[in-house]
């Protein structure tokens, strides 16, 4: 990515899809040039959670809600500690931000961090385009960053592909630390960072967890070096196929209490001998209805992942650490939203329940891991 000064707000911009479809606007954001794959996100609040969420590394997030920025920027709703997205897609940028807890605006906080990005496009008609033809490479180019739409396709086109990639390590911490327990310690959890955003940990915390946050890259020794009550699988982005499974297994072949969470849910499913695919345009919002189907509960959620397991969603299966069953399912494409073991405390879902952005409607989840560790311990 190039990048230069924040310039021009007004720049010309143009924005190419690897298809070949272009979309002309203006700068918003850092003037340059970036590449990822192109994704829609149609929550019509929380930007600021979704800029600092590491799953959407290497993504370039379009807005599916007409007016981003109105509220600003604050220094207390990011989930880590930068931007994570590749670039920002917007329809009509907020000239002046306006709520009390604002410190800067969204354009200065996407120079400020170079995030290259573009306003006053079609938002609608490039959305309609990703539901047909599904999430590609895109670049967004301005400033001099600009030249003749076939140089710019080609250029597009050499960009890596989300299959495949491997990126949960370029956004995990590179040292452990630890969240300790709100109030009273009652329980000892190791998560693995594979993108974990910050209210992940203290929702755990909130419940008397101490949570020791380890890298991706951390081993089985590590993990049960804290002496751990459970292990934690957080979101992330990336290819669930590249991941190194020999850390969740010796956590199953232990029974140690397990629960994940997005990319963590895909891990568990590889684990338990599922295939993972790439969905034709993902999943990105705060409004997918889900149905428990332990309980028989739809709840509204939010989510953030291009990829899903393949699991039979109407029998139990047998896997190397006894039966699994499909708990959770997306109402509007049956798309598997959760799994859990039958024979041991292990379960996860395929969305976001820390609600950040999002409804609160799955906060349940983290009682039910408390719940799992409690039974364990007894």
């Known amino acids: 990515m190039t990048i230069s000064t924040r310039g021009a707000a007004k720049a010309p911009a143009v924005l190419v899809l ?3 479809r272009s979309f002309r606007g203006r700068a918003y954001g850092a003037v340059g040039e970036t590449f990822g794959e192109a994704v829609f996100n149609t929550g019509m609040t929380g930007y600021q959670e979704t800029l600092t969420d590491p799953s959407y590394h290497r993504q370039v997030v379009v807005m599916t809600a007409p ?4 509220t600003g920027v604050n220094d207390e709703d990011d989930e880590s500690a930068k931007i994570w997205v590749a670039g920002y897609v917007v329809r009509d940028p907020a000239r002046i931000p306006s709520n009390w807890r604002s410190r800067r605006s969204l354009d200065d906080q996407l120079v400020a961090q170079g995030v290259v990005g573009i306003s006053g496009i079609d938002t609608r008609a490039l959305t309609r385009h990703l539901r047909e033809r599904g999430a590609m490479r895109v670049g967004i180019f301005s400033g001099e960053a600009l030249a003749d739409e076939e140089t710019l396709l080609a250029r597009v086109q050499e960009a890596p592909q989300m299959v495949g990639a491997s990126l949960a390590a370029e956004v995990s911490t590179d040292q452990p630390y630890v969240v300790p327990a709100i109030g009273e310690k009652k329980f000892t959890v190791a998560a693995i960072d594979l993108g974990i955003k910050g209210m992940t940990p203290h929702l755990m915390a909130e419940r008397g967890i101490e949570v020791h946050v380890l890298p991706a890259t951390a081993t089985a020794e590590e993990v049960y070096a804290v002496a751990p009550d459970g292990v934690f699988l957080s979101n992330g982005p990336g290819d669930p196929s590249t991941v190194d499974l020999t850390v969740i297994k010796a956590v199953l072949e232990r029974k140690t209490p397990l629960f994940g969470i997005c990319f ?9 001998g599922f295939g993972t695919y790439k969905l034709k345009y993902g999943h990105r919002g705060i409004n997918q209805p889900v ?3 332990t309980t028989g509960k ?3 959620t939010a989510h953030n992942h291009g990829f899903a397991v393949d699991a ?6 047998e896997t190397p650490y006894g039966r699994a069953e499909v708990s959770h ?3 509007n494409d049956d798309v598997v939203e959760g799994l859990q073991l039958l024979d041991q405390p292990a379960f996860s879902v395929q969305y976001h329940p820390e609600a ?20 364990q311990r007894a």
Request: net charge negative.
């Open 264 to 272: 963590g849910n895909q891990i568990l499913g590889r684990a338990l």
């Open 356 to 375: 950040a952005a999002g409804p609160h409607d799955a906060a349940y989840l983290f009682d039910r891991f408390v719940q799992l560790m409690e039974g």
């Open 18 to 20: 690897e298809d070949g």
């Open 298 to 300: 739809v709840e509204v």
């Open 67 to 70: 007016h981003v920025g109105n």
């Open 312 to 317: 039979p969603l109407d029998k139990v299966s």
């Open 329 to 331: 399912v997306c109402l």
């Open 291 to 293: 149905q428990d189907r």
